[in-house]
């Protein structure tokens, strides 16, 4: 176990290392905001650092990352602002000089009038003319010229609406605010189109493709693509021959004839617990009526089926409320079943601990409404700048949520990790059996508190490479790492106290595990960064150890099959029938989900042409709810068995497994796959921008393949329907209960 545990605290240790030896990087090479943009022609100043600066927190207020994307990093249905303004520029310029120097279009030049033309624009828009002594960029008339029709361009898209970008009219009126955001528009386009000092290619590592200016997949991105497919399938050699010798070496328990937790000891706080689970299925119903009229303006644009709901609520607060409550409702069924088995893990209810249950219960919900009414108000423009990111609409995919209510929850997971901590505390002084399994425990819940903080790591004005760096923080090393450490304990856990697994093998597996998934987890945060304006290290780290996040996710199988084994071994296991099947489903939306559409996306070479395209949303919406939902649905099952006294009648939860997973199935092969499909050949062949297009997406194919994703949505929503049901029916029967203590 020493061994195990070294290993272990090595991985962590230098793992982390690695990564802010990656943050400084980023702090020290990221794309220069200058103190002021002139024309070089005229000397004339045409933007400040306070225009490109202001322009940012204007894109946040509007939604930011909910309305189109930057960098490849947002939502879909309206363009990304930096490839389009990218492409628009360079037509202009080349148009401009077509006409004047040839008096033609120029797609009537010859090839060699073509080529002359392509390699003046190519030197005017990808030499760097930052000048470091005075920090000014340089930009020639012809260019100036054409920024100025991109202004105003994207000023009438943002004042006048855009009904196939899903964008309302009066999204953004105020003159001073549209043209500090074209400011920014034009410092994200510059970054991607302009060559890093003595290197031959774009701050964003030639992101995106745009074959006009010869953005094109660098040497780095295709060398370390393909030495992450070798190191993965190495490891995956590697792991399968470790756990085939090692898997069967546990202590052999021969289980139980009789259900060991039957005459379990059921105490207040439990009880203070279950009514997370009446406000969490509320949330998840919420969740889904906000998805199915996010999914609808991308078919109408601004409507819903004829109404004009745009004006009320725009694409780009049903697209933040639907992703956030996603975030919510996940996190707080893991915080409650935490909070849930506690006593159990402790043997005792520590003092206050209803109390504080019930402290945490009313914040959640003043944090889940107070942040929804914020970021409204923030979209609807009635806060100014700073007041917007303190309590409005940060802009972030996933963090969108103003700053204050970012601090109050993290208050409350302070609070959750004392209330957990202080059981499991008191378990690891019984030293135990368990001991080593409730200290990767108490390590997860501690890091869980821990890393919600690196969402508080940038400001107001910090720049775009640093907020991305530290978002991805939070997105993945929070919810992908730790809560994954956490779940798997938990898992074990149980399955340890229903003596179907010895406590010593528990701890040892989920040590292991940990060591395993982490190995790659903690570094592999950096294959989302490979364009976001960060160095190359991060392309050949990302790429490597992303690749290893895959490897643990092979032997899903092999766990599906010990879980299926499992049921069918003793008579009154079947009692957990349905919370082992949302785990076994776990397992499978893992290999699938995370496993195969992860790494779909992950390698330089493919997410150079396809980040920012539906096959992200694959990805996102069978890694995020087929594992993590599933996840969180699972545990709330385990712990209304564990509370209720009744015999399930199982129609409900059978129905809505099946329908949950037939649905997420049928949305996915139905509709996100292909469009995502279709959208990579476009980008592969034409360039990123062309797969952003609304001529593509409202294309009558892509539109027949959006109207089909109903048929697994209304599958899904059946599935939810018949779960919260369930849910809240046993919760409330529970509530009525009198025999506890």
Same mark, same amino acid.
């Given at each position: 176990?020493?061994?195990?545990?070294?290993?272990?605290?090595?991985?962590?240790?230098?793992?982390?290392?690695? %990564?802010?030896?990656?943050?400084?990087?980023?702090?020290?090479?990221?794309?220069?905001?200058?103190?002021?943009?002139?024309?070089? @022609?005229?000397? @004339?100043?045409?933007?400040?650092?306070?225009?490109?600066?202001?322009?940012?927190?204007?894109?946040?207020?509007?939604?930011?990352?909910?309305?189109?994307?930057?960098?490849?990093?947002?939502?879909?249905?309206?363009?990304?602002?930096?490839?389009?303004?990218?492409?628009?520029?360079?037509?202009?310029?080349?148009?401009?000089?077509?006409?004047?120097?040839?008096?033609?279009?120029?797609?009537?030049?010859?090839?060699?009038?073509?080529?002359?033309?392509?390699?003046?624009?190519?030197?005017?828009?990808?030499?760097?003319?930052?000048?470091?002594?005075?920090?000014?960029?340089?930009?020639?008339?012809?260019?100036?010229?054409?920024?100025?029709?991109?202004?105003?361009?994207?000023?009438?898209?943002?004042?006048?609406?855009?009904?196939?970008?899903?964008?309302?009219?009066?999204?953004?009126?105020?003159?001073?605010?549209?043209?500090?955001?074209?400011?920014?528009?034009?410092?994200?386009?510059?970054?991607?189109?302009?060559?890093?000092?003595?290197?031959?290619?774009?701050?964003?590592?030639?992101?995106?493709?745009?074959?006009?200016? +010869?953005?094109?997949?660098?040497?780095?991105?295709?060398?370390?693509?393909?030495?992450?497919?070798?190191?993965?399938?190495?490891?995956?050699?590697?792991?399968?021959?470790?756990?085939?010798?090692?898997?069967?070496?546990?202590?052999?328990?021969?289980?139980?004839? $009789?259900?060991?937790?039957?005459?379990?000891?059921?105490?207040?706080?439990?009880?203070?617990?279950?009514?997370?689970?009446?406000?969490?299925?509320?949330?998840?119903?919420?969740?889904?009526?906000?998805?199915?009229?996010?999914?609808?303006?991308?078919?109408?644009?601004?409507?819903?089926?004829?109404?004009?709901?745009? $004006?009320?609520?725009?694409? $780009?607060?049903?697209?933040?409320?639907?992703?956030?409550?996603?975030?919510?409702?996940?996190?707080?069924?893991?915080?409650?079943?935490?909070?849930?088995?506690?006593?159990?893990?402790?043997?005792?209810?520590?003092?206050?601990?209803? !109390?504080?249950?019930?402290?945490?219960?009313?914040?959640?919900?003043?944090?889940?409404?107070?942040?929804?009414?914020?970021?409204?108000?923030?979209?609807?423009?009635? =806060? +100014?700048?700073?007041?917007?990111?303190?309590?409005?609409?940060?802009?972030?995919?996933?963090?969108?949520?103003?700053?204050?209510?970012?601090?109050?929850?993290?208050?409350?997971?302070?609070?959750?990790?004392?209330?957990?901590?202080?059981?499991?505390?008191?378990?690891?002084?019984?030293? +135990?059996?368990?001991?080593?399994?409730?200290?990767?425990?108490?390590?997860?819940?501690?890091?869980?508190?821990?890393?919600?903080?690196?969402?508080?790591?940038?400001?107001?004005?910090?720049? %775009?490479?640093?907020?991305?760096?530290?978002?991805?923080?939070?997105?993945?090393?929070?919810?992908?790492?730790?809560? @994954?450490?956490?779940?798997?304990?938990?898992?074990?856990?149980?399955?340890?106290?229903?003596?179907?697994?010895?406590?010593?093998?528990?701890?040892?597996? $989920?040590?292991?595990?940990?060591?395993?998934?982490?190995?790659?987890?903690?570094?592999?945060?950096?294959?989302? %960064?490979?364009?976001?304006?960060?160095?190359?290290?991060?392309?050949?780290?990302?790429?490597?150890?992303?690749?290893?996040?895959?490897?643990?996710?092979?032997?899903? /199988?092999?766990?599906?099959? @010990?879980?299926?084994?499992?049921?069918?071994?003793?008579?009154?296991?079947?009692?957990?029938?349905?919370?082992?099947?949302?785990?076994?489903?776990?397992?499978?939306?893992?290999?699938?989900?995370?496993?195969?559409?992860? !790494?779909?996306?992950?390698?330089?070479?493919?997410?150079?042409?396809?980040?920012?395209?539906?096959?992200?949303?694959?990805?996102?919406?069978?890694?995020?709810?087929?594992?993590? /939902?599933?996840?969180?649905?699972?545990?709330?099952?385990?712990?209304?068995?564990?509370?209720?006294?009744?015999?399930?009648?199982?129609?409900?939860?059978?129905?809505?497994?099946?329908?949950?997973?037939?649905?997420?199935?049928?949305?996915?092969?139905?509709?996100?796959?292909?469009?995502?499909?279709?959208?990579?050949?476009?980008?592969?062949?034409?360039?990123?921008?062309?797969?952003?297009?609304?001529?593509?997406?409202?294309?009558?194919?892509?539109?027949?393949?959006?109207?089909?994703?109903?048929?697994?949505?209304?599958?899904?929503?059946?599935?939810?329907?018949? !779960?919260?049901?369930?849910?809240?029916?046993?919760? =409330?029967?529970?509530?009525?209960?009198?025999?506890?203590?």
């Amino acid at each position: 176990m020493r061994k195990i545990w070294i290993a272990f605290i090595s991985v962590v240790v230098l793992s982390f290392i690695v %990564l802010i030896w990656i943050g400084t990087e980023v702090y020290q090479t990221q794309p220069p905001i200058p103190e002021q943009v002139i024309i070089k @022609e005229t000397n @004339e100043r045409v933007y400040t650092k306070a225009d490109i600066q202001i322009g940012q927190n204007v894109w946040e207020s509007i939604g930011g990352m909910e309305v189109g994307s930057i960098w490849g990093h947002g939502s879909y249905v309206a363009p990304d602002w930096t490839a389009d303004w990218i492409h628009k520029e360079a037509v202009y310029m080349l148009e401009h000089w077509a006409q004047t120097d040839f008096n033609t279009a120029y797609n009537d030049l010859d090839v060699e009038k073509k080529a002359a033309i392509k390699a003046r624009l190519i030197k005017d828009i990808k030499t760097n003319t930052f000048n470091a002594d005075t920090k000014t960029i340089t930009i020639s008339q012809i260019r100036w010229d054409a920024i100025s029709a991109n202004i105003k361009h994207y000023s009438s898209i943002f004042s006048d609406g855009h009904e196939q970008y899903a964008i309302p009219k009066g999204a953004l009126t105020d003159k001073v605010k549209l043209e500090q955001l074209n400011a920014f528009l034009f410092w994200t386009s510059w970054a991607a189109s302009t060559n890093r000092p003595e290197k031959d290619y774009t701050y964003t590592s030639n992101w995106p493709h745009e074959p006009l200016i +010869d953005n094109l997949i660098t040497d780095d991105s295709l060398i370390w693509s393909g030495l992450s497919i070798v190191l993965l399938l190495l490891f995956i050699g590697m792991l399968t021959y470790y756990y085939l010798r090692n898997h069967e070496k546990g202590e052999v328990l021969e289980k139980p004839n $009789s259900d060991p937790l039957a005459k379990l000891q059921l105490v207040s706080s439990q009880k203070a617990v279950l009514k997370y689970f009446i406000v969490i299925s509320l949330l998840i119903a919420l969740q889904v009526v906000l998805g199915i009229i996010t999914v609808h303006y991308t078919v109408e644009g601004q409507a819903f089926f004829g109404f004009d709901l745009s $004006s009320i609520l725009p694409y $780009s607060i049903t697209r933040t409320w639907h992703t956030q409550l996603a975030i919510f409702w996940i996190a707080a069924t893991w915080l409650a079943t935490g909070l849930f088995l506690a006593p159990m893990i402790s043997g005792k209810e520590m003092k206050y601990q209803v !109390f504080g249950i019930n402290f945490l219960f009313i914040a959640l919900i003043i944090i889940v409404l107070g942040s929804m009414l914020g970021e409204w108000l923030g979209v609807h423009q009635f =806060l +100014d700048l700073t007041t917007n990111f303190f309590f409005g609409h940060q802009g972030y995919e996933y963090m969108d949520l103003g700053r204050f209510w970012q601090i109050f929850l993290a208050i409350g997971l302070v609070l959750w990790v004392i209330m957990v901590s202080r059981h499991l505390i008191f378990a690891i002084r019984k030293n +135990d059996e368990s001991k080593h399994l409730i200290i990767i425990l108490l390590i997860s819940v501690m890091a869980i508190g821990m890393f919600f903080f690196s969402g508080l790591m940038y400001g107001e004005n910090s720049s %775009l490479p640093v907020i991305n760096y530290w978002r991805w923080w939070l997105v993945h090393l929070w919810v992908e790492g730790f809560f @994954e450490v956490f779940a798997t304990v938990v898992i074990a856990f149980i399955f340890s106290r229903m003596k179907v697994i010895s406590p010593k093998t528990a701890g040892r597996v $989920s040590v292991a595990s940990a060591a395993i998934f982490l190995a790659g987890g903690i570094i592999g945060t950096l294959h989302h %960064l490979y364009y976001s304006g960060t160095p190359v290290q991060a392309i050949a780290l990302g790429a490597t150890f992303s690749a290893l996040e895959v490897v643990p996710l092979t032997l899903m /199988g092999f766990e599906i099959r @010990e879980n299926w084994n499992l049921l069918k071994s003793k008579d009154w296991i079947q009692k957990y029938k349905w919370p082992i099947f949302f785990f076994i489903a776990v397992a499978f939306w893992n290999f699938i989900g995370a496993g195969v559409f992860g !790494f779909l996306i992950n390698p330089p070479i493919a997410l150079y042409y396809i980040q920012g395209l539906n096959t992200t949303a694959v990805h996102a919406h069978t890694a995020l709810f087929g594992v993590y /939902g599933m996840l969180g649905m699972g545990f709330i099952i385990i712990c209304l068995r564990f509370y209720s006294d009744r015999v399930w009648q199982n129609t409900k939860l059978k129905r809505a497994f099946w329908l949950l997973n037939i649905g997420l199935t049928a949305m996915v092969l139905f509709s996100l796959l292909p469009i995502g499909i279709i959208q990579a050949y476009t980008s592969i062949t034409k360039g990123y921008s062309y797969a952003r297009e609304a001529e593509l997406l409202y294309s009558p194919v892509v539109q027949t393949l959006k109207w089909m994703r109903m048929i697994g949505d209304i599958i899904f929503s059946a599935g939810i329907f018949y !779960f919260c049901w369930f849910t809240i029916d046993e919760t =409330l029967y529970n509530f009525r209960r009198k025999n506890i203590e």
